[in-house]
């Protein structure tokens, strides 16, 4: 489980996140919501800890995420897998060695270098960008994808990392709607089959409603709202949204979320 404990992170007087507490329960799909500015980057960068909190402390499995240091903390940055809106693939190189990368916190620093991944990881690698329908692209340079396709091949890099907690920052908000249903159903994937934890930044309340079990709502970096998504009211939204909520909550409708129909799972992956 993680746990978030008076979490608060300022940047010279402005608090980006103020006093947060929660609790994630293990195989959950929590989305974290709220309008831009409201402080969910931030929050999702301290759980990772590529940001650090000012306050507060983050426990996860009962170790004190916030008081770790060198290999116990590139331990934790690759149990706690991030997603980033626009990708961060090394664009000149190939696809499998973009999902290759998330084994590295697992091979010495020489291997790496050489480029020597061992046959296990790149079966691991291939098996991980089947799941998505990747797998022909594997030997294409990343920046040659579309940005739907990139989206898939970071999620698999995510995977391999065997993370226990996917930490999404907004990653389908470059992304058309048919892509932006096809990553959030491998999000869903992920969370579903292999009980991964997932944690997701979104900007739009619909396709939280229809993919998270549970919202976190932030405005001004507090939490302001922690519940499963029925119980978020319009009246709830609009606040939450302020002027927004109109655009936000009266969108395009959001395709069914369709990670049930998803192919079965290869066994490597899991492993
Ligand atoms: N590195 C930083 N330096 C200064 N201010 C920052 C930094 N990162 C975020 N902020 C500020 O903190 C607030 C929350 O930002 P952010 O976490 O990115 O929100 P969100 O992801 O919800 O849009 C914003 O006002 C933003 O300008
Ligand atoms: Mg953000």
Redesign the pocket.
Known sequence: MLVVEGLT?R??T????DNASFSVQPGSFVG?I????????????MVNRL?DPTEGRIFFEGVDVTALRGKALRQWRARSAMIFQQFNLVGRLDVLTNVLMGRLAEIPAWRSLTQLWPDQDKALAMSALEQFDMGQFAAQRADQLSGGQQQRVAIARALVQEPDIILA??PIASLDPRNTKIVMDALLRINKHFGITVLC?LHSLDLARSYCDRLIG?AA?RVVFDGQPSMLTDHIARELYDLEANDVIGGAPMPAPDAATAPALGSAAAA
Request: positive net charge; aromatic residues 4%; glycine residues 20%.
């Open positions: 992170c940047f010279g402005k608090a980006a996140v974290v709220g309008r831009s500015g409201a402080g969910k980057s931030t929050l999702l960068r940001a920052d907004e930044n932030m970096g």
